[in-house]
């Protein structure tokens, strides 16, 4: 073994990284979880009732969902930069028990105008949680850790479906059994309660800073405290001192990060909110018929083998270092496939292929988010990574819209899966050109976590807090 992985330092480091991976990373991604669901959850409910009951158009539909991004968007930055002032275990908090009320709503919704509304308020609600616990956890983990964490995290996503589709689709099942709801509605309301619940648990578990973590030792809240500190010194020196918000929204780096966000956001959500009609389609094509549980389960299949891939394409660029091709051949990969699947042939050659897709799509995303941090600190890490999911998230409202109004024009698919691919596309363009303007530099973990000599500053708050 190398000398360098059995010293003090190293070990700390090593025990340090494992306790915060344990301790915080698996209850933000429960966060995510829940968050993703309760968002994408009209996608469940649309073929299983909801647009019957309330007489909505593809259109329709597709507007409703997407509207949920206006709110979302417009107290994105705003969102973020109050997490930044107040703490993100409050401002965390806060954003979960104000969806999980709005959601809770959406069970006695009667109409296209209050879906639109209420879709909205979700946006209202929800802004500022995801790029929020992206700095959560950039503020908790050195970034030679960073991309293995966010990976972790990242993981909730593609698992919601897998967990959440058969799930929702259970709940669908429950038809006039509970409160004599429709089972569309029983399902919002299964998957708004657990918002509220782990709020409120998240405002006392999750803590700001290391120093107030009294599970970690004090040895090792000085190791962390002061990689951080070192971290955030190097940033500023490098970027001549601009952490401010302004110097984020000037930055051309995070303009560029934010349209290739665009474009993975944009198959994304074209895939969440329409993969359980078309599955419905398959019923045609087939002359099968399937219950709402196993079209929930049909759902989740491309989702399985993209957290799969997701978790070894992150653990390469963790150990090569991120490189340009971890996030471009994904984008490329996601651009052809999408479209090459609406000329699969048959129900297993589609999900086939939308599942080459999904894991394009998951297999670049935690890699991305490694990079707005490497050269932002402070105010405008907060407000920059905002701004980047703000702008990925224009294609939240625009995809779902997209897609259902084409749909309505053309009576298919075929053109806007093309219009995703083209997106994808884009997205691998934009990755090269920034890449190649050297603006973006790998950073390679360190297996043996390089010892860091504590400062007396980041020795004196571990000794505070004790």
């Known amino acids: 073994?190398?000398?360098?992985?059995?010293?003090?330092?190293?070990?700390?480091?090593?025990?340090?990284?494992?306790?915060?991976?344990?301790?915080?990373?698996?209850?933000?991604?429960?966060?995510?979880?829940?968050?993703?669901?309760?968002?994408?959850?009209?996608?469940?409910?649309?073929?299983?009732?909801?647009?019957?009951?309330?007489?909505?158009?593809?259109?329709?539909?597709?507007?409703?969902?997407?509207?949920?991004?206006?709110?979302y968007i417009l107290l994105e930055v705003p969102s973020n930069l109050a997490l930044h002032k107040f703490g993100a275990r409050r401002w965390l908090a806060r954003i979960m028990v104000s969806w999980g009320i709005v959601a809770l709503l959406f069970t006695w919704v009667q109409n296209f105008e209050q879906l639109v509304v209420l879709r909205f308020l979700l946006g209202v609600a929800e802004a500022g949680f995801f790029p929020g616990a992206i700095l959560f956890l950039s503020l908790w983990v050195p970034a030679q850790y960073r991309g293995r964490v966010l990976m972790l995290f990242y993981l909730a996503q593609p698992l919601t479906t897998v967990i959440g589709a058969p799930l929702a689709g259970w709940l669908i099942q429950q038809d006039q059994v509970f409160f004599g709801l429709e089972g569309w509605r029983f399902m919002f309301f299964g998957v708004a309660i657990p918002a509220i619940i782990v709020g409120v648990i998240a405002w006392f578990y999750l803590k700001d800073k290391p120093s107030d973590a009294k599970w970690l030792t004090r040895e090792e809240q000085v190791w962390l405290t002061d990689a951080l500190d070192r971290e955030k010194a190097a940033t500023q020196k490098k970027e001549q001192g601009h952490v401010s918000a302004k110097y984020a929204f000037k930055s051309g780096r995070v303009w560029v990060l934010s349209f290739i966000y665009f474009g993975f956001i944009y198959g994304l959500y074209a895939l969440a909110f329409f993969l359980p009609t078309i599955i419905e389609g398959f019923q045609e094509q087939t002359g099968q018929t399937f219950d709402v549980l196993q079209k929930g389960l049909i759902t989740a299949i491309p989702y399985l083998p993209a957290a799969i891939?997701?978790?070894?394409?992150?653990?390469?660029?963790?150990?090569?270092?991120?490189?340009?091709?971890?996030?471009?051949?994904?984008?490329?990969?996601?651009?052809?496939?999408?479209?090459?699947a609406l000329f699969a042939g048959s129900p297993a050659a589609t999900i086939a292929v939308i599942t080459v897709t999904a894991c394009a799509i998951f297999a670049a995303l935690p890699n991305f988010w490694t990079l707005p941090t490497r050269f932002l600190t402070g105010a405008a890490a907060a407000a920059g990574v905002a701004l980047i999911n703000t702008i990925g998230n224009l294609a939240g409202f625009s995809a779902p819209y997209v897609t259902g109004a084409v749909h309505d024009l053309t009576g298919g698919y075929e053109v806007p899966m093309f219009i995703v691919g083209f997106f994808m596309l884009l997205s691998a363009v934009l990755m090269v050109l920034l890449a190649r303007s050297n603006r973006i530099n790998a950073v390679t973990v360190d297996e043996s976590a390089a010892p860091v000599t504590p400062t007396p500053a980041s020795a004196a708050a571990a000794e505070e807090s004790r």
């Open 1 to 71: 073994m190398d000398s360098t992985q059995t010293t003090p330092d190293a070990r700390v480091a090593r025990s340090t990284i494992r306790k915060v991976s344990i301790r915080l990373v698996p209850f933000v991604a429960l966060m995510f979880f829940i968050n993703y669901l309760d968002r994408t959850a009209i996608g469940f409910a649309a073929p299983n009732g909801m647009n019957e009951d309330l007489a909505l158009s593809a259109a329709q539909f597709g507007f409703a969902s997407g509207v949920f991004f206006i709110g």
């Open 309 to 340: 891939v997701m978790y070894f394409w992150s653990r390469d660029a963790s150990k090569r270092g991120l490189k340009t091709w971890h996030i471009a051949v994904p984008a490329i990969a996601g651009a052809v496939s999408i479209p090459l």
